[in-house]
């Protein structure tokens, strides 16, 4: 990602500050927005999409410290507090709560940009990319992008038809599904073999699934057929 594609929040109430570091900040080619309320700020991180946040201590509304720390409790978006402030308590605050770094008014500014520099990197290196499309049902996590399944992290070994099956029940969790539904949505309006291929795939299912793990996820309504439940 280059700087021209990374979006830094400047959260500071003092608009000389603020706008010195949009200023400077743009030159150095990243993209700013400028928040001075502190609740609105934590509504803007929550909702929108930034990859850094540059904040401010003493805000109006909500202080720099309560933002860090809701935002800490969805998000490790990397967060460096600038503040006036130069006591150590505060500085230990910040930190604990999950602040990436910390600098004082005045600063330098080749300093901030090289810790800001530096919280990409640690970012870089330690966060994952999330995998897109994870499908959950309790402990259960299938990914359908690599027709695999999990369950508490342990993968469960299935084979294409069992997965297929399995993604359909939960995809459609809490609704009970009839064989032939299942068997024309799974199997395809060409299958012209017997029904009972769905309860033997269900067996199958929960030979891996229910048995070895000591959890219920295929439920059978009788009479009806098969539901997947929270």
Known sequence: MTTATRKILIVEDEWKIARFLQIELEHEGFTTVIEANGRNALDR??????????????????????????????????IIMVTAKDDIDDKVKGLDIGADDYITKPFALPELLARIRAAFRKHTVTEQPAEKNVLNIKNLALFPNRYEAEIDGQPVELTKKEYDLLEYLVRNKNVVLNREHILQEVWGYEYMGDTNVVDVYIRYLRSKLDEPFEQKYIHTVRGVGYVVKD
């Open 45 to 78: 991180i929550i909702q929108e999409n930034f990859d850094l946040v540059l904040l401010d201590l003493m805000l109006p509304e909500m202080d720099g410290v309560e933002i860090c720390r809701r935002v800490r409790a969805v998000s490790q978006l990397p």
